[in-house]
């Protein structure tokens, strides 16, 4: 039977048929949506314990290098440490305080799209769990970066309106353009940080949802200066830990930064 995702060789289900399975139906189930409420998942009582057992080991990490506020953007989501959190759920909450929901993908889809889909308020996001042998890692974004990362960031203050910005400029962008915005997207809103109380902070989702990236703010990653024009003509590897990551001295030079860049684009 043709399947509808496909797994690379190395991927820890690609051995695994009732993984491939679920992802499938999964991926389906976002295919078949046609807006309005995203599609209620079932989450089985294994992929709910996967995702406690990354809250269990993000928590202390949380605590190290998220941002002080960052807990309680996540509690006005709602999440319970026991329960993966709908997609319905969360927009009903998101949407009244940010403009912004996210609506469901089969999976990973092209920046282009993407980002124009941001620069309207919506929030392209994958709704399947990682392979449970390896909870701390997933080569490609799931329902816990989504929401770990992505969802709690967008009630920061100012990060909705940047997401919608980047967005923005992305539409109908000159493929040069387009490929400056994404790599800015993905320095800033993935793997962001800026210094509070004298410690680099996570910003970006990629970060905060990552047990083995977050930690690299510590040690194993080099943290350049909050430069935009760096990050427009720095490429990178989405599928190994950043080498680097910019940090930005506060939040008035990470926000400011960004917009002055943007400035002519959005
Ligand atoms: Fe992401």
Known sequence: MPRLVELDRDH??????????????????ALNHRGGPPPQ????????RV?????????PLHQRFAPAGYRSLCSRLGFEEGRIPQMRDINERLLPATGFQMQPVAGLIEASEFLTQLGGGVFLA??????????????????????????ASFLHPGIADLNRMLGRAAQGAPEPILTQIERVYWWTMEFGALIEDGHPRAFGAGLLSSFGEIRRLEEGANLLDFDVEAMASRDYDPTDYQPVIFVASCWEEFDGKLREWLGGRA
């Open 41 to 48: 998942i079932n989450y089985t009582q294994e992929e709910n």
């Open 12 to 29: 820890p289900g690609f051995r695994d048929p009732g993984y491939r399975e679920r992802r499938d139906a999964i991926a389906e189930a």
């Open 126 to 151: 994958t709704q399947y769990v990682r392979h449970p042998s390896t909870p701390l890692y997933t080569p490609e974004p799931d329902v816990v970066h989504e929401v770990v990362g992505h969802a």
């Open 51 to 59: 995702w406690s057992e990354i809250w269990t080991h993000l928590a």
